[in-house]
Nanobody, 125 residues
């Protein structure tokens, strides 16, 4: 499956962005999907995602209540709505997918086989 991430940009603190991750070459609904981000000099961090075929979203604590992940299986697309953005949300955001990842490994980027190209999110203070 090929992933195409889009929607990043420059926004002031408190603003919003919506990221999209469009998949081709496979039925997205059969994959676990995750959004990760990486700030300069930092580890790649799990932000939000779904397990394989799951409808329950998972979030890192720092984005709970501000970010919402959703999936549109008909469009083979996953979205990340980001509200109340903070400067510490700045980074390159990647979407990832995997067909065989187990639930306990969802937050570990090394377990994902498929990656989008990344989209830059910059939040100014």
């Amino acid at each position: 499956v090929q992933l195409q991430a889009s929607g990043g940009g420059l926004v002031q603190a408190g603003g919003s962005l919506r990221l999209s991750c469009a998949a081709s070459g496979g039925a997205f609904s059969r994959y676990a999907v995750g959004w990760f981000r990486q700030a300069p000099g930092k580890e790649r961090e799990y932000v939000a995602g779904f397990s394989r075929g799951g409808t329950r979203p998972y979030y890192v604590d720092s984005v709970k209540g501000r970010f919402t992940i959703s999936r549109d299986n008909a469009k083979n697309t996953v979205y990340l709505q980001m509200n109340s953005l903070k400067p510490e949300d700045t980074g390159v955001y990647y979407c990832a997918a995997d067909a065989s990842i187990i639930q306990s490994s969802l937050t570990y980027w090394v377990h994902y086989d498929y990656w989008g190209q990344g989209t830059q999110v910059t939040v100014s203070s």
